[in-house]
T-cell receptor, first 112, second 115 residues
């Protein structure tokens, strides 16, 4: 069973920041938070992941609350090409090759 | 950079036939994952392999089997196909997590249509 809860859908104006929340209140100490996105029928694409510190890369920023029970993915300047389903996934590392378990993601629509 | 290669990209089969899907992971990746995504559904984990051994098993039907070969490519064999098997099948590859942190990269998928 997925261990995360995300809004079903969100809209964002082009050029504005998109903030996608995720609740993972039962996350364990050795579980990382991963974000993937899937653009219509394409293979899911890795975005970013983190354990407890905030992370940033060329695609996005990940803000994890201090208690680690929730996180927010930030796309700083959303474009039309960012329209996709975004999945927040918790995953254990270091204890084998654990698969990603996809739950119900957030369908982000970027509007011109 | 080389990505995960899946073949074929599209496949049409009749009910009760068999199908074989192939996945070629990113070079040096030793772990392969298979996912099934039905129409309007989220990807569902089927099975994974690490160093040619089954690693985890998800909701894979008994009619399906898979293996990872010595060159690390993997094949998903599907028998007695049913209409409900029509879906996108994704393969992903990664380095084993015991070797350090790594994300999984997905192929573009095989669209299987059972008629």
């Amino acid at each position: 069973d997925a261990k995360t809860t995300q809004p079903t859908s969100m809209d964002c104006a082009e050029g504005r920041a998109a903030n996608l929340p995720c609740n993972h209140s039962t996350i364990s100490g050795n579980e990382y938070v991963y974000w993937y996105r899937q653009i219509h029928s394409q293979g899911p694409q890795y975005i970013i992941h983190g354990l407890k510190n905030n992370e940033t890369n060329e695609m996005a920023s990940l803000i994890i609350t201090e208690d680690r029970k929730s996180s927010t993915l930030i796309l700083p300047h959303a474009t039309l090409r960012d329209t996709a389903v975004y999945y927040c996934i918790v995953r254990v590392l270091g204890s084998g090759n654990t698969p990603l378990v996809f739950g119900k993601g957030t369908r982000l629509s970027v509007i011109a | 950079a080389a990505g995960v290669i899946q073949s074929p990209r599209h496949l049409i089969k009749e009910k009760r036939e068999t199908a074989t899907l192939k996945c070629y992971p990113i070079p040096r990746h030793d772990t392969v994952y298979w996912y099934q995504q039905g129409p309007g559904q989220d990807p569902q984990f089927l099975i994974s392999f690490y160093e040619k051994m089954q690693s985890d098993k998800g909701s894979i039907p008994d009619r399906f089997s898979a293996q990872q070969f010595s060159d690390y490519h993997s094949e998903l064999n599907m028998s007695s196909l049913e209409l409900g098997d029509s879906a996108l099948y994704f393969c992903a590859s990664s380095l084993g997590t015991s070797r350090g942190n790594t994300e999984a990269f997905f192929g573009q998928g095989t669209r299987l249509t059972v008629v």
